[in-house]
């Protein structure tokens, strides 16, 4: 049976040797980019074009035509590719009076050597975009799997490439375009922004604790761009002629924010994507910031020891003019960082005033109105949102952290003492606040109060998760063996939405891991061999959310490793795992519990810097999503998702 996917959506990959099908309306150009485990590509060698159609591993045709074939070996791809991401450009870029939606929509095809087609996708919702990342296959925990994307760029074949992290993004495309039909003329590009750095660290919304890094110093005279490739509401970088670069505010006012103004075929996706891209314009624009403010202070210091070098000038009245104009062209190089990063801290900010308010439930934070008017969703969700992120040089301005659906990992949060930023938290106030009347304070939270708080975020994220589905959609499951969590649970048990008590008790968690080990095994079976028709009819067909707390207590050697495997097997067909537990107190199964936790999305209850973006390797504040207050809220919104549910709910597992 041939999967149908839609944007967004992966599947299993059966077999290593498969067979791509493209389908257009008119001619096509197709190429393949080969990343790393971090979506990196090594240079533009790591794209197979018509100009370069065969790599290990790969071959796409030479030429543009309405059918093409993509042929992949994935057991003959060097070990660092983890991704291929597909390609496909309309010959003439976006100086051609032709796009994708003035035609049918391309389709592409994933089937296996023998030609027994294993997924489908029709890339819908196309727009002014001629040029598009269509679908990937991407390696995870050892298995290969295809994704649905459907990205398009509206810039063409230059803009996709520069959005895949290429330096020479535009004289590539121009040798693509030269070499699927001689005498062509190349689009005219813009000039390519220098490729970020992508350190060796993991992502915001995917993997915790990783160093922060700056970007790359661009050759002397290039224009720096620190935008997202995809958006316009941030002016660009001008070159500093006194050093690397500096952003200058250029002519004209900035754009008026619009909500929803970046791609995607629906409202939901187009704030997605524009709530992604508001995260990548402030990452870029704090690295601007960054590196101009590094680089005033590194001439600085290295004038000043040239002063101070000549020991025949370093007194005198030469010498201390030297060391002012030093200071001044310092200070001055350092206030127009700002006054630029002021300015652009201004658009995101007011970008961020119309973008919230019209933000769906799923995306929004619990404050917002829309949650009074909430409706139990029909459809499944895009994303939703985990909780906030800031930068210290812009405290007020907080990015949602959003994270696609069905999740792809599940979640640690810490229930114990961390290395929590000065000022802590302060539990009668909103979350993410750390000034205590006016002033910082080093107060934080006890140890009984941090498993609280910790609770009350894993309760705040399995609200959310519950009122982003459909009724009946999604089903909550707890593990609490010394029955502790009974007050913070209160919300799930009153509304109706845990209708099995949390299992206590060695006997309790090891009933529970068997139940769900066994759905997995299940579930995973009846996929393979395409015969998901032959579930037993009493499997609740609800995704499930396990919450485990106070971990380690009441678990064995066997329970720790059906842990690991449902963290490992269980997202892929549904069943997602939610850790409340003391790193520290979990240490004394040593390195055995090194893989669960790196399998996980670790989450804190209280403001913590912990999490770094894949563009620049800054190290983000996070905020948890916990509701105002004595508010009703969440109460309010689990109420309605129970009384939208069926009426005869089968027991979970």
Do not use: C, K
């Amino acid at each position: 049976m041939t999967a149908e996917l839609v944007r967004g959506q992966n599947h299993p990959l059966d077999g290593t040797r498969v067979e791509i099908r493209i389908a257009a309306d008119g001619p096509v150009l197709v190429g393949v980019a080969l990343g790393d485990d971090q979506g990196r590509l090594a240079g533009t060698e790591a794209v197979v074009h018509p100009g370069a159609p065969r790599r290990p591993g790969v071959e796409v045709p030479s030429g543009a035509a309405a059918e093409q074939r993509i042929a992949v070996d994935l057991d003959a791809l060097p070990a660092a590719v983890h991704r291929l991401s597909v390609l496909l450009a309309l010959p003439g870029g976006p100086g051609s009076p032709h796009a994708f939606g003035a035609a049918a929509a391309p389709s592409l095809v994933v089937a296996q050597a023998d030609g027994t087609p294993l997924a489908a996708y029709v890339v819908t919702g196309l727009g002014l975009e001629s040029a598009l990342v269509a679908l990937e296959l991407y390696r995870r925990r050892g298995a290969w799997r295809i994704r649905a994307v459907g990205q398009g760029y509206a810039g063409g074949l230059p803009e996709l490439l520069r959005d895949q992290g290429l330096p020479r993004a535009a004289e590539l495309a121009a040798e693509i375009e030269a070499a699927v039909g001689p005498g062509r003329t190349p689009a005219a590009a813009p000039p390519d922004p220098v490729a970020p750095h992508h350190p060796g660290q993991t992502t915001a919304g995917s993997s915790p604790e990783a160093p922060a890094a700056g970007p790359d110093t661009p050759p002397s005279g290039d224009r720096v761009d620190y935008r997202h490739p995809r958006r316009s509401t941030v002016p660009a970088s001008a070159p500093s002629a006194a050093g690397p670069p500096v952003p200058s505010a250029g002519p004209g006012a900035p754009t008026a924010p619009v909500a929803g103004d970046a791609n995607g075929w629906s409202m939901e996706e187009r704030l997605y994507n524009q709530v992604r891209g508001m995260f990548e314009d402030l990452a870029r624009s704090v690295a601007a910031y960054r590196s101009a403010t590094g680089f005033a202070a590194s001439r600085l210091e290295r004038e000043l020891d040239e002063a101070l070098a000549d020991p025949a000038t370093r007194l005198g009245g030469a010498a201390e003019t030297a060391r002012s104009a030093a200071r001044d062209r310092h200070t001055d190089l350092v206030d127009r960082a700002r006054a630029v990063l002021d300015r652009d801290l201004a658009q995101l900010t007011a970008e961020s005033e119309v973008v919230e308010p019209a933000l769906p439930p799923a995306l929004a934070r619990w404050d917002n109105p829309v949650w009074q008017g909430y409706e139990v969703p029909q459809q499944h969700p895009m994303a939703v949102r985990l909780g906030d992120l800031h930068l210290p040089e812009a405290p007020g301005l907080r990015i949602p952290m959003l994270v696609r659906l069905p999740l792809e990992r599940g979640l640690w949060i810490d229930s114990g003492p961390g290395p929590y930023p000065r000022g802590g938290y302060d539990p009668e106030r909103e979350f993410g606040r750390r000034e205590l009347g006016g002033a910082l304070t080093d107060a934080v939270p006890d140890e009984a109060a941090l498993g609280r708080l910790a609770l009350e975020t894993a309760v705040a994220v399995a609200a959310r998760l519950l009122a982003a589905h459909p009724p009946g959609a999604f089903a909550v499951q707890v593990i609490d063996p010394a029955g502790a969590a009974a007050p913070a649970l209160a919300p799930l048990r009153e509304s109706g939405l845990l209708p099995v008590s949390p299992a206590t008790g060695a006997a309790g968690v090891a009933a529970v891991l068997e139940a769900l080990t066994r759905r997995v095994d299940l579930l995973q079976m009846a996929v393979r061999h395409r015969a998901t028709e032959a579930l037993p009819p009493e499997l609740d067909p609800a995704e499930q959310l396990l919450i485990v707390h106070d971990f380690p207590h009441g678990f064995d050697d066997r329970g720790l490793n059906q842990l690991r495997y449902l963290a490992d097997e269980g997202p892929a067909v549904g069943v997602h795992l939610m850790m409340v537990a003391d790193r520290d107190r979990a240490r004394e199964y040593g390195p055995v519990l090194d893989p669960l936790w790196r399998a996980l999305l670790r989450l804190t209850p209280v403001p913590d810097v912990h999490l770094a973006d894949p563009w620049v390797g800054h190290a983000w504040t996070y905020a948890p999503p916990l509701a105002p207050r004595r508010s009703e809220v969440l109460r309010r919104a689990l109420d309605r998702v129970a009384a939208a549910r069926p009426a005869a709910d089968p027991e979970p597992g």
